[in-house]
């Protein structure tokens, strides 16, 4: 039977791996969920500092609709399998 570790709320440990768990309520309160990506940096000894990474294509994805008609892109790929 596994023993039952008891931590301090908002606290956690670095492993043998030198893995870290985040609590999930502080995740929440910054807004972060599965999936997000995020750089760490070190800001002095024994600060670290976690900012999400935007992929800046991301934002650009899907703000000019209609501009593949506009420029007929399909017919410049077709020129490619003549």
Same mark, same amino acid.
């Given at each position: 039977?596994?023993?039952?570790?008891?931590?301090? &709320?908002?606290?956690?440990?670095?492993?043998?791996?030198?893995?870290?768990?985040? &609590?999930?309520?502080?995740?929440?309160?910054? @807004?972060?969920? &599965?999936?997000?990506?995020?750089?760490?940096?070190?800001? @002095?000894?024994?600060?670290?500092?976690?900012?999400?990474?935007?992929? &800046?294509?991301?934002?650009?994805?899907?703000?000019a609709p209609?501009?593949?008609?506009?420029?007929?892109?399909?017919?410049?790929?077709?020129?490619?399998?003549?």
């Amino acid at each position: 039977m596994a023993t039952e570790v008891k931590r301090r &709320p908002g606290v956690t440990r670095v492993s043998r791996k030198h893995q870290v768990t985040l &609590p999930v309520d502080v995740l929440r309160e910054a @807004g972060l969920g &599965p999936g997000d990506e995020l750089r760490v940096t070190a800001d @002095g000894r024994g600060r670290l500092v976690l900012t999400v990474v935007h992929d &800046p294509l991301e934002e650009l994805i899907g703000s000019a609709p209609g501009s593949s008609a506009m420029t007929d892109l399909d017919a410049l790929r077709n020129e490619w399998e003549r």
